[in-house]
Nanobody, 116 residues
C-alpha cells in the first residue's frame, strides 16, 4: 500500500540544523511532485517547499528561503528537507505530500521543535 514515512525531526537549538527525510513506497515516486508542509499549534498547515518530479524546479515559502533546501533521490524514493539556521518560529509538525494530478498522498508527520 501507499506509504510516506517522515523521519529526522527532533529538538534543536536556535541556529541549528536538521535534515528531514520522507521515504515513499507503493506508488511511482519518480513522477510525483513532492512537497513539504508544516503545521504549528493553532495555525493552518502551510506549504514550505516543493520540488518537481525531475528536480528541475523548486519553490519555497518566503520565510524559509536561503535557509531550507528541498531535494529528492528518485532512485531511493526519498525526498529531503535540509533545514539550517533554524528559528523558534520553525517549530511545527512537518509533513511530506506527494501529488500527481488529483492524486494526493500525505505522510504522518514528524515533529520539529526549535528551542533553547
Amino acid at each position: 500500500q501507499v506509504q510516506l514515512v517522515e523521519s529526522g525531526g527532533g529538538l534543536v537549538q536556535p541556529g541549528g540544523s536538521l535534515r528531514l527525510s520522507c521515504a515513499a513506497s507503493g506508488f511511482t515516486f519518480s513522477i510525483y511532485y513532492m512537497s513539504w508542509y508544516r503545521q504549528a499549534p493553532g495555525k493552518e498547515r502551510e506549504l514550505v517547499a516543493g520540488i518537481s518530479s525531475t528536480s528541475i524546479s523548486t519553490s519555497y515559502v518566503d520565510s524559509v528561503k536561503g535557509r531550507f533546501t528541498i531535494s529528492r533521490d528518485n532512485a531511493e524514493n526519498t525526498v529531503y528537507l535540509q533545514m539550517n539556521s533554524l528559528k523558534p518560529d520553525d517549530t511545527a509538525v512537518y509533513y511530506c505530500k506527494a501529488r500527481m494530478s488529483s492524486t494526493v498522498y500525505w505522510g504522518q508527520g514528524t515533529q520539529v521543535t526549535v528551542s533553547s
